[in-house]
């Protein structure tokens, strides 16, 4: 073990955080997305600590799964019934002699106990830096203290503890509520950050009383305690006050992740990313970002996501867990579990959902959803469609409006479309369907069966028209107006041309059989001559204004 390795770090985490309000735990709650617990487990972990302690108690099965989850190197000790930060160092303390003991049982016949620096430290501090904590134990260490304490000087000490000097020396520490008035002027105010020689604590805490207003155990009396032993008793003072701030409620919780994030932010800047607007630009710390990568404001990246060199994220977009790669481009979009690669562009308003991967210089377009699905290279799904369960080919283009029907309501299934395919607007793919290679589909088609390469598919029947519908059956609407204007002045309806007319009924009763029909509309339907029309060219519509030829 290094001279600057501590033999424990412990964090503590048993305290209830009355006045977060909540019924997640404090030390759980979140600051660019990571629980005040985990940016205080990831600076410990840092020191290279031969054990690391949590101390809980409050919500102790949700805080000690946690940890573990976070690191699963962490010993969990669970603090008794009596309160106070000393008694719970005093608990952390019993069982890391109990581990050195253990790990040496076989050898040793005498008693062994943790020996070397021990960190204490608390666990809702999150901009607390394992550089910091470096910097302490090393002047511990160098100076051979028994006690090194972290204090801060601030202009609003309310509610800390002060720290006492006497000639520069530090005696003590007092409560905010123990204190008498003279001693609550004192600025300098204890961080709750500490490195104790393990003896030292292990001895003064056999003697701290519960002797103080909350009547707890404090672990702030072994300050005293060592320094009326006439050992070595000594400060360090961070300047930066924010970096060692607890967050005691959801205003400071608020606070300190603007901060964090700033800082965040500041650094990427540093590294060569662009932050058109940093207060409307939030950035996990997990996250990581290349050069040239420029944010738009509006932008939230959360989680493990990774953006490639020269990509553009934002305006007004959300991605968790998403790999975004070079040169990309992002535009208000929201995304989870995804990944853009090269080149590609997403947005505006895309949808990706787990699983949604698009290839080097493939567009997923607007009102776009993509959910477990593989676009390939060059592919393109331009607008209003829902991709689910799919893979589609390089180069290939979806049309507009089309669905991966991948749901039978029972199972989900995959459509796989292959590579160059050209698929008309309003497709939907009932899966599990195959597009072939370089196939084609008609517009409104619905893929129910294989299409075999280079085919085209084309569904749906003959489209039927029926002149003068409106005119007849909607007599006297705008829509019967504007017919009869664009027809020249035919707007008359005329009695015999219903009786040609096989859908004399209103189309919604179509299909609803004839006991649906009015009498009169049964007698039409009787008298109908089924007509076999030619569809209209709907790009000419002077042919119809002109002639009577389908009649
Ligand atoms: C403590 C310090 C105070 C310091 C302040 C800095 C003491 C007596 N006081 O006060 O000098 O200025 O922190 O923020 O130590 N905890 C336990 N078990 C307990 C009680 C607390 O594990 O029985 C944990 C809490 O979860 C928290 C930390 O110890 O992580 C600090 O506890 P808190 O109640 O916030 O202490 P303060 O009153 O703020
Ligand atoms: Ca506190």
């Not at 090269?342 to 493939?362: E, I, K």
């Not at 049964?522 to 000419?540: I, K």
């Amino acid at each position: 073990m290094s001279l600057t390795q501590p033999a424990a770090v412990v964090v503590l985490a048993a305290g209830e955080g009355t006045r977060m309000k909540s019924r997640t735990p404090k030390v759980l709650h979140e600051i660019g997305g990571r629980s005040l617990l985990g940016h205080a487990l990831r600076a410990a972990r840092a020191l290279g600590p031969a054990r690391l302690a949590v101390v809980v108690r409050h919500e102790r099965d949700a805080v000690a799964a946690h940890a573990t989850a976070l690191d699963d190197g962490v010993t969990i000790v669970d603090q008794d019934a009596i309160p106070g930060t000393g008694r719970a160092v005093q608990c952390a303390l019993t069982a890391l002699d109990a581990a050195a003991r253990g790990a040496t049982a076989a050898a040793v016949a005498t008693e062994t106990w943790l020996i070397g620096p021990v960190v204490v430290m608390a666990g809702d501090t999150p901009l607390l830096d394992a550089g910091t904590l470096a910097e302490l134990l090393r002047a511990h260490t160098a100076d051979a203290n028994a006690v090194t304490v972290l204090t801060t000087t601030v202009d609003e000490p309310h509610g800390y503890g002060r720290i006492l000097r006497e000639g520069g020396a530090v005696v003590g520490v007092v409560e905010e509520r123990d204190a008498t008035a003279e001693q609550r002027l004192i600025r300098e105010i204890n961080t709750s950050t500490y490195v104790f020689d393990a003896a030292v604590l292990r001895d003064a805490l056999g003697s701290v009383g519960q002797d103080n207003d909350q009547g707890e155990v404090y672990l702030t009396d072994v300050v005293a305690l060592a320094h009326r032993r006439g050992l070595p008793v000594r400060a360090i003072s961070v300047e930066d006050s924010l970096l060692v701030e607890g967050v005691n409620d959801r205003v400071q919780l608020a606070a300190l992740g603007a901060e964090l994030n700033r800082r965040t932010l500041k650094q990427w800047m540093r590294d060569g990313v662009s932050v058109v607007d940093p207060s409307a630009t939030w950035v996990d710390v997990d996250v990581e970002l290349a050069r040239d990568v420029t944010l738009l404001p509006g932008t939230q990246l959360h989680g493990r996501t990774r953006v490639g060199e020269g990509a553009t994220i934002g305006p007004d977009t959300t991605l968790r867990d998403v790999v975004v790669g070079a040169g990309a481009t992002v535009i208000r979009t929201h995304g989870s579990e995804a990944e853009l690669e090269a080149g590609s562009t997403t947005g505006p308003f895309a949808y990706l959902r787990p699983g949604a991967h698009l290839g080097q210089q493939g567009k997923i377009g607007t009102f776009v959803e993509v959910k477990n699905a593989n676009i390939g290279a060059g592919a393109k799904v331009p607008h209003l469609t829902y991709v689910g369960d799919a893979d589609i080919g390089e180069g290939t283009n979806i049309g507009a409006s089309s669905v991966f029907v991948n749901y039978d309501g029972v199972a989900k299934h995959r459509t796989r479309i292959g590579a160059h395919a050209r698929t008309g607007s309003d497709n939907m793919f009932v899966a599990p369907v195959t597009v072939g290679d370089g196939a084609y589909t008609g517009a409104g088609t619905t893929v129910r069966e294989d299409v075999p390469p280079g085919a085209l598919a084309v569904s749906g029947g003959p489209q039927r028209t029926i002149d003068g519908w409106v005119l007849r059956r909607r007599p006297g609407t705008a829509a019967a107006e504007a017919a009869a204007r664009a027809l020249g002045g035919a707007a008359e309806p005329d009695a015999a041309e219903d009786a040609s007319d096989p859908e004399a009924a209103d189309p919604g009763a179509a299909g609803t059989g004839a006991a649906a029909l009015s009498p009169q509309a049964r007698a039409e339907r009787a008298r109908a001559v089924p007509a076999s029309r030619t569809p209209r060219d709907h790009q000419v519509p002077g042919a119809t204004a002109e002639g009577d030829s389908n009649r």
